[in-house]
T-cell receptor, first 119, second 116 residues
Framework: GAVVSQHPSWVICKSGTSVKIECRSL??????MFWYRQFPKQSLMLMAT?????????EQGVEKDKFLINHASLTLSTLTVTSAHPEDSSFYIC???????????????FGDGTRLSIL | AQKITQTQPGMFVQEKEAVTLDCTYDTSDQSYGLFWYKQPSSGEMIFLIY??????QNATEGRYSLNFQKARKSANLVISASQLGDSAMYFCAMREGLYNFNKFYFGSGTKLNVKP
């Protein structure tokens, strides 16, 4: 079964709305979670690395004030798209790594993704 | 330079035949891991197989095997006895080093179509 739960699966909302996406590790603690954005027929683009108890590390070109990431516990990270506009429409997907010090062989466990449509 | 290169945007294979999806990588680290993920049209990312840089044998998981050629920096995925359900996007990924916060690099993906 799924080890990472991402909610919601679909969001359709009006321009200017803020949208929160949750990523939960269900049966393990995840010190590190990643947030990706994926455009149609393209690869995953890493937006930020979320570390429990500290500020997220954003990739170059990703607006920190636009995409707020909170990793408040070892099982939950949230991505808030603030004042969303149509260009923010995309597929957002999170992943989590088990444990505190994972070895390099540990795969990411992905959520099922969130399709965000801003009208 | 690209960390992960997948040169095949799309591939076709006949059902029950084997197919190889190419992946080359670029790193100066001695310790790294290579991963393959499958993404069906529904969007979820499914972990398939892993190969560590220090592993001497090629990884295998059921119908999936990884042809690891370290000197060539290639990590090709081989799917044996293709099934219709194998039709999906396939991504090769790499993680450098040993620590949690090291990010994964993904290739551009290969779309595999299995023909009946």
């Amino acid at each position: 079964g799924a080890v990472v739960s991402q909610h919601p699966s679909w969001v359709i909302c009006k321009s200017g709305t803020s949208v929160k996406i949750e990523c939960r590790s269900l049966d393990f603690q995840a010190t590190t979670m990643f947030w990706y954005r994926q455009f149609p027929k393209q690869s995953l683009m890493l937006m930020a690395t979320s570390n429990e108890g500290s500020k997220a590390t954003y990739e170059q070109g990703v607006e920190k004030d636009k995409f707020l990431i909170n990793h408040a516990s070892l099982t939950l990270s949230t991505l808030t798209v603030t004042s969303a506009h149509p260009e923010d429409s995309s597929f957002y997907i999170c992943s989590a790594l088990r444990g505190v010090f994972t070895q390099s062989h540990q795969p990411q466990h992905f959520g099922d993704g969130t399709r965000l449509s801003i009208l | 330079a690209q960390k992960i290169t997948q040169t095949q945007p799309g591939m076709f294979v006949q059902e029950k035949e084997a197919v190889t999806l190419d992946c080359t990588y670029d790193t100066s680290d001695q310790s790294y891991g290579l991963f393959w993920y499958k993404q069906p049209s529904s969007g979820e990312m499914i972990f398939l197989i892993y190969q560590g840089s220090y592993d001497e044998q090629n990884a295998t998981e059921g119908r999936y095997s990884l042809n690891f050629q370290k000197a060539r920096k290639s990590a090709n995925l081989v799917i044996s006895a293709s099934q219709l359900g194998d039709s999906a996007m396939y991504f090769c990924a790499m993680r450098e080093g040993l620590y949690n916060f090291n990010k994964f690099y993904f290739g551009s993906g290969t779309k595999l179509n299995v023909k009946p």
